[in-house]
């Protein structure tokens, strides 16, 4: 595999790119599949930096696929997009072959789904807007607390902490269960926040175990194809882009405070020394780079106990 990061996905003009996001790009393969690739661009603070992390798009996709397969083994009945972790034929025959080897690792390919316009939140401890929201109001997406909570700790119970889902470049925005119920349906709502919190847990108790807190996740579900009413889980799952990943080494240590973030803290810590927090097209320096691309390995290698190769 190449060792320069791929910041920009070309399969000249073979398929409809329909989506491009701050890492993946997605593209029809007909009107029922799409192919989903991983690029190795990395964004903080809600920008992309000019250059990426070598081959941080195939780990993201093996570790996607990895918990796909977990999941799939522990909730027999849960139902996902994905129809192959392997490129179709149709593509492998007509990109080149240099196109097709930078392809494979970093694709999945799925169903196609009408997906319902929520950001399917779990928090098991409190950061981030839910700890903002705390400090003003003692309620985390309009649901109250109980007061003396730091910042960092874990909650009682994990939350279902659901967000609208923004058109591309608008930022999503917090609500209330109540209002996802409104925005979806209470059959769909309720599907959704139970699955969303079954596999939460599932989830947080593997990362745990091999020593990293899931601190919160983000799923996406769509409309079963066969008008069942089911959901189905989508998108990419568990993976530090839709997920914070703490170090469970040093977590009581730091309530109170932000935690280090598993993957990005080195990259975040940099921008902001340097004063380049938020600013766009930056060139990452190599340091940077294999720093923040050794965390993505480690990540990977915790949790699903293999080697990166
Ligand atoms: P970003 O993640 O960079 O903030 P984004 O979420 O808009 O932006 P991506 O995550 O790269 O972009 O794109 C994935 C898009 O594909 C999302 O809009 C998601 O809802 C959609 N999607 C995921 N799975 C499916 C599926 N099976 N069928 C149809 N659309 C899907
Ligand atoms: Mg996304």
Redesign the pocket.
Known sequence: MSTEALVSIDLQGKLKRI????????FEIDDET?L?VASDRI?AYDVIMKNGIPQKGALLTAMSANWFTYLSTHLPSLRT?IISFALPASLTTSLPQETVAQLAPRSML??????YPLESIVRGYITGSAWAEYTKSQTVHGIPLPAGLREGDKFPEPLWTPST?AE?GDKDENISPARAVEIVGQAAAYKIRDLSLTIYKLAAERALAAGIVLADTKF?F?AAEDGSGEV?L???VLTP?SSRFWPREGWEANLGKAQPSFDKQFLRDWLVGEGLKGREGVEVPQEVVSRTAEKYRQAYEMITGEKWV
């Open positions: 989506a491009s996001g701050k890492v993946r790009d997605v799409l989903f964004s997009h799925v169903r196609r789904h009408t997906i889902k591309q996406e769509g189905v989508v998108d990419e882009d």
